[in-house]
């Protein structure tokens, strides 16, 4: 059954060694596996699924598993991120810090495609969500990690909307030799990522302010105590963002698509997807380049004011500095401060915003932004496509939706959209959403302007009476 090498055969795996057995030795009944059964139909007791291994096709060890997979033990195979480590070539293999991230879905959303108004086959979805801490984060948490161990950092330290704080927590746990310290604004995380960062036993701070407090505080932080950064200010984060492009790529078996829509925050991922492409196409790797648009919610529009208003550019590295300078300071005179449901994005100034600026110049990207309302109910129909997401993900979709509409983009061509978090990350606004349940809104999302529409996928509720039971299913 087994090549010389360990491995497996090519004979097809055999279903007709499954079936049903009960559990009760008095019983011990047996079913076909195509009966739909839940329970013995004999003595009502609980059944298993059984196999008769005598018939199955077996490998002759368990190692020879590995040459269906990646190897573990090995980051260069076992990490999604790593497995590119040729396009990363910035640490040694031995110095990688890995959990086995970036092993992520690409697929062909054909049920999400008809909301975002584009054509079968023709939209794609990264769920960046299945990655170990829930997000995208963790490919440059990866990056940074093996950077930090390379230099020989002692402690890591982060700002966080939540996500970057739940992934530097689950390195610094995992690793065992950077303890880690996140600053979060209070009151500002959405709760599967304060849950999680809690979990992992990293020192919290939660500061009076909002994100950009936290990251102003992060950087004086930093060079006062000496602590290794792990925002995306830090270059080698953004290293392992590029991957991210790797893998839609390869989804595509290995084309690149027409457009990679991105929700846009601090900018990490904007700057890491453009710097991927170019990099690749000056390599020739890739013949041409996608157009990059990233998304940002009308609450949190410092990129589009810049780019669609103020018509600011990367200018071949030359930016108008006093003009963002300006900007900001207007902002503040105005009192304006970032509001939006996607708290993962709810940033007033983007760190990477220069970086950013160049992506849009090397792809011929442009910015758009949509509402609170847009984001919730993209939301929930990239749930109802399956996987789901964060509500800064969903912002992607809606993007796409509004910029068809404009028609900047044609139905047939191929959008990849990064879908950045996983959809526990913020399940009360998921609650809020469908329900409307003050509970679940409470105080937190109570001055957000949106309501439940016509998506919103309402529970039915019901007394314990079989009959309205059956109503509910049937009406
Ligand atoms: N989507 C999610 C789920 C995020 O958590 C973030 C950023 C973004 C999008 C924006 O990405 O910064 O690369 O433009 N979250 C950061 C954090 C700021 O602290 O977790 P970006």
């Not at 990490?268 to 997807?273: D, E, L, T, Y």
Request: proline content about 5%.
């Amino acid at each position: 059954m087994t090549g010389p090498k360990g491995s497996l055969t090519v004979e097809p795996i055999r279903t007709d060694v499954a079936y049903q057995e009960c559990i009760n030795a008095d019983c011990g009944a047996r079913f076909d596996v195509g009966e739909p059964l839940f329970e013995c139909p004999r003595c009502g007791d609980l059944l298993d699924v059984r196999y008769d291994w005598d018939r199955a096709v077996l490998p002759r060890r368990l190692e020879d598993f590995e040459e269906k997979w990646s190897v573990p033990g090995d980051p260069l195979t076992f990490s999604g991120v790593w497995q590119y480590h040729e396009l990363l070539p910035f640490a040694p293999p031995q110095h990688v810090v890995t959990v086995g991230e970036g092993k992520t879905v690409f697929q062909q959303a054909d049920r999400v495609a008809p909301y975002a108004r584009m054509n079968r086959g023709r939209l794609f979805l990264q769920y960046e969500g299945m990655n170990p801490s829930g997000s995208f984060k963790d490919n440059g948490m990866t990056a940074a990690f093996t950077h930090a161990r390379l230099v020989g950092a002692t402690r890591a330290v982060c700002a966080s909307t939540g996500n970057t704080s739940a992934s530097v927590a689950m390195y610094a746990a995992v690793d065992g030799r950077i303890p880690a310290i996140v600053l979060v604004g209070s009151g500002r995380i959405a709760y599967g990522k304060l849950a999680q960062a809690l979990d992992y036993g990293v020192r919290m701070v939660e500061v009076q302010g909002d994100f950009d407090t936290c990251m102003r505080r992060v950087k004086q932080v930093a060079s006062e105590l000496g602590i290794y950064l792990m925002n995306s200010l830090n270059p080698f984060r953004l290293e392992g963002q590029k991957t991210i492009m790797y893998r839609v790529i390869e989804g595509l078996l290995w084309d690149v698509p027409d457009w990679l829509v991105v929700p846009g925050g601090n900018l990490g991922n904007s700057s890491a997807f453009g710097k991927a492409f170019k990099e690749l196409h000056e390599a020739g790797l890739i013949r041409r380049m996608p157009r990059l648009a990233v998304i940002v919610a009308d609450g949190a529009d410092t990129l589009y004011r810049i780019v669609n208003e103020e018509r600011l550019a990367w200018n071949g590295g030359r930016v108008d500095d006093d003009r963002i300078a300006a900007f900001y300071k207007q902002m503040d005179r105005e009192g304006r401060r970032a509001r939006t449901v996607a708290s993962a994005i709810e940033i007033n100034r983007p760190v990477n915003l220069k970086k950013c600026l160049r992506s849009l110049e090397w792809t011929g990207g442009l910015v758009e932004k949509v509402s609170d309302q847009e984001i919730l109910d993209a939301k929930a129909h990239i749930g109802a496509g399956g996987f789901g997401c964060e509500p800064a993900s969903a912002a992607t979709v809606a993007g796409v939706r509004k910029l068809r509409q404009a028609g900047t983009i044609g139905p047939d061509e191929r959008v990849a959209c990064v879908l950045t978090g996983h959809p526990l990350k913020d399940p009360n606004i998921t609650v809020a959403y469908h329900t409307m349940d003050e509970q679940a809104i409470g105080e937190k999302y109570a001055d957000y302007s949106f309501y439940a529409a016509p998506h919103a996928n309402r529970p039915i509720p019901v007394e314990d009476d079989l009959d309205k039971i059956i109503h509910a299913i049937q009406s």
